[in-house]
């Protein structure tokens, strides 16, 4: 993107548009799976804090994450297996920021109902099923809570604000690109824009600042920001009196 910007040169060669949709496809499945699995470490962390490192162990993380890539991989492929081969021989323009397969399909030179029926099928269902999915077992981790305690209902909320709030921006743009029926240019800019760019620089800014040395160290920044104007005001008063 960088690139383009700066020279202008906005093509991309047939192979390395089907590269980006391949690896755009990898690294969504790969993380809703990732987020599944925190959705799992959140309810033994909450429920079953005694047994935690019992069923979260290493070798536990190590397959769920190994699993989630493998997953993703699956998925891109059996994405990229159907569209692949589409005879190309009309318009060579895509109506957005970069390759996907919504985009990609409309291009081809033949009748491709079936072909988006599919991409919806398995992109866009799979992200609402991953999403309510989601929803379900924060529902059920909070109501556990509740019964038990209603104090730590608060503590819990505190606990998956961050998981939820990453969980609405990366499942939201994905749910309206691959399931809203009547699309417009517009719209879809507008969501790739959140999905592909603003989503992916918020998640580190959430979960930085759930974390207490964090918070510590912004809060001890701040005063220095702070108390550093103090003096320069005072200096500026003293100089100019």
Known sequence: MISDLSSG???ISFQGCV???FVLHVLGGSEM???IAMALDRYVAICKPLHYLTIMSPRMC???SSGAWVI???HSVAQLA???HLPFCGPNEIDSFYCDLPWFIKLACTD???LEFMVTANSGFISTG???LLVASYIFILVTVWKRSSGGLSKALSTLSAHITVVVLFFGPCIFVYMWPFPTASLDKCFAILDFLITPILNPAIYTLRNKDMKLAIKRLSHQLLSFRKISLITHKRTSS
């Open 82 to 84: 159907f569209v692949v």
């Open 19 to 21: 590269i980006q949709i």
């Open 9 to 11: 040169h906005n093509t």
């Open 33 to 35: 799976l990732l987020l």
């Open 130 to 132: 991953t999403f309510l």
């Open 72 to 74: 993703g991989l699956i």
């Open 112 to 114: 491709t109902y079936r």
């Open 62 to 64: 190590i397959l769920l």
